[in-house]
Nanobody
Framework: VQLQASGGGLVQAGGSLRLSCAASGRAFTDFGMGWFRQAPGKEREFVAEISAYGHIIKYVDSVKGRFTIYRNNVKNTVDLQMNNLKPEDTAVYYC????????????WGQGTQVTVSS
């Protein structure tokens, strides 16, 4: 599956952005989907994930209540709605896919930059 992320940008603290990841290739419902981010000088971290049919959703604690992950298995997209953004959310955000029977993400899209100004 090929992944194409979009929707990043510059926003003031407290603002919102919606990231979108479009998937093409293999059956989208073969994959769990996730969003990760990497801030300058830091390791890539998990942000959110959603199972193949949306039954299982997980978030890193720092974004709970602010970010929401969605998937559309007709349009083959997975979105990340980010509200009440904070400067510490500034990072390059990546969408990723893993086969539903595997724990590790091994398919990655290109990143999209999110910058939150204070």
């Amino acid at each position: 599956v090929q992944l194409q992320a979009s929707g990043g940008g510059l926003v003031q603290a407290g603002g919102s952005l919606r990231l979108s990841c479009a998937a093409s290739g293999r059956a989208f419902t073969d994959f769990g989907m996730g969003w990760f981010r990497q801030a300058p000088g830091k390791e890539r971290e998990f942000v959110a994930e959603i199972s193949a049919y949306g039954h299982i959703i997980k978030y890193v604690d720092s974004v709970k209540g602010r970010f929401t992950i969605y998937r559309n298995n007709v349009k083959n997209t997975v979105d990340l709605q980010m509200n009440n953004l904070k400067p510490e959310d500034t990072a390059v955000y990546y969408c990723a896919a893993r086969y539903s029977d595997q724990a590790e993400y091994n398919l990655w899209g290109q990143g999209t930059q999110v910058t939150v100004s204070s």
